[in-house]
């Protein structure tokens, strides 16, 4: 499952795909109050197994990046997979396979070299106390030197005012 | 297949120690270190101690079974020994016990506790002193004429060995008795049912 978000939902519709990173210690699984998220051994966090999900919303909750989604008819907490379907069978996931653009991107560390000479890899995200290290990587720009990303000091610096002021104003003048 | 390139290491290479446990927990401590319920509630599905359905339904099929074929060798050994017959052995001198008195004597074996009662009517009684409820020793109340089983209030009558009340449903384990010369030799035990 892949959901968009806005970037900037008050002046633009650009949308951004988020899939699960698949942490290395996966928050969701660790407030999981009935065990029902689990990891297979290729470290992909799977979504909330049927027989044990009480569809608490606890893991909607806690994932920093926001990725399980409660799905309220079944029951159920649904997230990226990584198409467990497809990459079981030799696929790409369908969000990688499907992008015209290459932002999404699934494969071997030597093809994503080969493909983003300019780019290295970025994998440890900050979130206040919580250090994440994960198995999605995001590609950033080679010279740069940040170690890890730092999620909260950005979103401080951009909820400084509310983006939805202005908009209020413009439609009730 | 070719080395990673530097600006792409594998891994676990951009953390400091040069290997990782597989786990990395949220506070950064060892798997030894981590407290008893991340073994029990692990978030790897290969560490889960699934048990399935079918597992299950194996185990209670299982031990299903074995009870009931237990069943078979305990019925087979209550025949065999059913069909025993204990040896006569002398009990006591009839002076020696006085009229609605009770002694507690073995009987056919030694870790087999009775009851041998001079009746206030005449005669002599002896039972297995297990009460038939759940096998505790039933105490003689010459008083009342009856014997207690002090663990649920049961009760059996003197004579017979009867039950009067509480729990138990069966009456005692009757010794069947024989007096000659003035000595009581016991001769044989009798499970009743009813």
Known sequence: MIHLEFVDRAHSIQTVPMVCMHCDSPTCAEVCPADAIKRTEDGVVQSARKPRCIACSNCVLACPFGVPKMNSSFGLMMKCDMCYDRSQAGKKPMCAAVCPSGALFFGTREEVAHLRPRSRILDRFEFG?????????????????????????????VQEEDPFEEIALEGFP | MQDHPAEFPPDNASQAPAVLPRIRFPDGRPEADQPGWRHAFPIDWGRDQVVSRRDFTRLMVLTGLAFTVAQFGVGLASLRAG???????????????????????????????????????????????????????????????????????????????????????RPLTRIRLEIRDGVIHATGVEERTA
């Open chain 2, 83 to 169: 069909r025993a017959r204990p040896e006569p052995k002398a009990l006591a001198r009839v002076e020696e016990i006085p009229v609605g008195e009770t002694v507690r004597l073995h009987y056919p074996g030694p870790r087999d506790p009775i009851l041998l009662t001079h009746l206030s009517t005449g005669g002599f009684v002896a039972y297995g002193q297990l009460c038939t409820h759940l096998q505790c020793p039933v105490v003689p109340r010459a008083e009342l004429g009856r014997l207690e089983c002090p663990c649920h209030n049961g009760w059996f009558d003197m004579a017979e060995g009867r039950p009067m009340a509480g729990p138990p449903r």
């Open chain 1, 129 to 157: 106390a919580q250090t994440i290290t994960t198995k999605v990587k995001l590609m950033v720009p080679r010279d740069s030197t940040e170690p890890q990303l730092h999620v909260t000091g950005a979103l401080e610096a």
